[in-house]
């Protein structure tokens, strides 16, 4: 009986463990269907247009895996931790051809290793018609609208309205302008275009779609220089009389006494590859504003990879916002014959290979070229601006030709607050070789006040910075304290009052000279080699170029930095840094 019930006992067990292995058995072999995706269907833009490839995924066993092939080679993937569910989204910038398809296959395995079905996700690359050009020559007269659906090709002179004789406007003309909207400049025939006293041009872009100036060139061989640029003539005081002439004798007359005229708008417009020679060693800047009035909007404007200087006032009263001179080869910002506005927010950046024989500068200023004492007096006001020369460092190469961050000269009574100037040989230099700009820095007149200069050291190499003359031309050095003459010219000291131009700068409230860049909180990446430079500055540095308020100005805004940037790009999405790779023409 006894040995009945041991038995039984070891068949009780064997029972009860062969049952908890069953039940085992069972869970591990429980079955769980395939992971399913389905896509987001058939996508469609143009080349450059942002799609989204989405894919919706069910895994009742926990996904473990998505694998992302773009027309069968690697695009994205990614790991996860077991969700039974997943919404993919994946940004595709279009690329291609007109007319082909890109294709997308998701595939997921879930933590059973399971794989699904291929899932494919076409993208057909939408054709962009091509623009028709349109040839514009001669004279606009009346209300004439260019469109966004069309490019337009100036040939020889286009003037909007007509003035060919000195003080005798024979047409007038409105010209608008849509935004988005592309003008290319005729090679052969110097296309320019020139709006005439008494007209009005009325170029008003977006942020999202500029209206662009540019050279008629195929991408990759477009040149400064490939056509004449934008010229605005009007009616406003200079000190050179009622009916001057521009320089080239292309009939750009302009004066006058009114001061508040209207030439229309320049807002969110490029203007790229401009500046060709009129006649030998005469030619046209990006932009020529010729005694235009301060009824005038200049604003969000690009002037880049011009010939000649890339702003120019002759006179006028006209103000500026948010304008760019990028990489051109004479002077950045150039005033002359009385020019009274105020620019605030602007940015003068160069490249080391593209310099002027007659010296490259980021302001050059004067009351006229005699250096007179005609009024009105060159006397606009610059705030917030950035003047980043060539060299970001020792190895940087620096063309010869480049001088100064601001050549103040010819009687100018410039005043320039709030001002960070970086990269050039020198950084101030008040010029009184011709007319009085020293005593008018010393009466007050001229005026350089928050304005920090920084990295201008000189040093040898390939770049030379003037080489041994360092003495003589007064390069390598923050403030000029001795006139830039030949290099056989014996040194001619500066003295403001008694004081040396370093002296009376340095005595100035919120004037400084620094060795580096280091601490001011510019970005390593301010000199890009390629792509948009970063502009924006960061908080901390020890000479950090965001501090306390500084004074606000009449007819400025308020701002509590030094240069054209402090968090915010202002040229995002407008500006283009990079423009011989943009296609113009499609």
Request: proline content about 3%; hydrophobic content about 40%; charged content about 15%.
């Amino acid at each position: 009986m006894k040995k009945l019930q041991i038995n039984m006992f070891k068949l009780l067990s064997i029972l009860a463990i062969f049952s908890v292995t069953l039940t085992a058995c069972q869970k591990e072999e429980e079955v769980f269907p395939a992971p399913s995706v389905s896509s987001s269907g058939t996508l469609a833009g143009i080349i450059g247009a942002t799609v989204q490839v989405k894919a919706t995924i069910n895994a009742p066993a926990g996904i473990k895996s998505i694998t992302v092939l773009k027309n069968g080679a690697a695009f994205d993937s990614k790991v996860l931790t077991g969700e039974k569910t997943f919404e993919y989204v994946k940004d595709y910038v279009i690329e291609g051809s007109a007319g082909s398809t890109v294709n997308f296959t998701v595939q997921v395995t879930d933590v059973k290793n399971q794989v699904s079905s291929l899932v494919a996700i076409p993208v057909t690359v939408s054709a962009i018609p091509p623009k028709s050009i349109v040839d514009v020559e001669g004279v606009i007269e009346g209300n004439v609208t260019w469109t966004a659906n069309k490019i337009y090709r100036l040939k020889g002179f286009v003037r909007v309205g007509e003035e060919l004789v000195a003080g005798t406007v024979t047409k007038t003309g409105n010209l608008t302008i849509e935004a988005g909207t592309t003008i290319i400049g005729d090679i052969a025939t110097k296309g320019t275009l020139v709006v005439h006293r008494g007209s009005k041009i009325n170029a008003i872009g977006t942020a999202t779609a500029p209206i662009v100036f540019t050279s008629g060139q195929a991408v990759g061989t477009r040149n400064p220089g490939d056509w004449g640029g934008v010229v605005i003539c009007g009616k406003a005081t200079n000190n050179q009389g009622a009916n001057v002439e521009l320089e080239g004798a292309y009939k750009g007359f302009h004066g006058g006494t009114t001061d508040n005229d209207n030439s229309g708008t320049l807002k969110y417009v490029r203007i790229e590859y401009a500046g060709v020679p009129i006649i030998p060693n005469a030619e046209i800047n990006t932009l020529t504003m010729g005694s235009v009035g301060s009824g005038t909007v200049i604003e969000y404007v690009q002037a880049s990879y011009g010939l000649d200087d890339s702003f120019e006032w002759f006179g006028g009263t006209v103000n500026g916002k948010y304008l760019i001179a990028y990489k051109g080869t004479d002077d950045d910002f150039d005033c002359d014959f009385g020019w009274t506005g105020t620019v605030q927010f602007a940015l003068g950046y160069r490249d080391g290979n593209l310099a002027d024989g007659s010296g490259s500068n980021g302001f050059e200023v004067d009351n006229d070229g005699n250096g007179s004492a005609k009024a009105p007096f060159t006397a606009p006001i610059f705030a917030n601006v950035s003047i980043i020369g060539p060299r970001a460092n020792n190895t940087s190469f620096v063309d010869l030709n480049f001088q100064n961050g601001a050549q103040l000269r010819r009687n100018t009574k410039i005043k320039i607050y709030n001002t960070f100037m970086t990269g050039y040989p020198t950084g101030l230099y008040i010029d009184s070789q011709r007319g009085d700009a020293k005593g008018n820095a010393l009466s007050g007149d001229l005026v350089t006040k928050n304005m920090v200069i920084a990295g201008t050291a000189s040093h040898g190499g390939t770049t030379g910075f003037g080489g041994g003359n360092t003495n003589i031309y007064g390069l390598g050095v923050a403030v000029s304290d001795v006139e830039q003459l030949a290099k056989s010219a014996t040194s001619v000291s500066i003295l403001i009052g008694t004081e040396t131009p370093t002296n009376w700068f340095k005595g100035i409230a919120g004037n400084k000279i620094l060795a580096s860049t280091a601490n001011t909180g510019i970005s390593s990446n301010l000199w890009a080699l390629s792509g948009r430079p970063t502009f924006t500055v960061a908080v901390g540095g020890t000479e950090s170029l965001i501090g306390t308020a500084l004074p606000t100005l009449t007819g400025t805004t308020a701002t509590d930095y030094v240069g054209a940037f402090k968090d915010t790009d202002w040229t995002a999405t407008w500006a283009e840094f990079a423009p011989n790779t943009v296609l113009y023409l499609k």
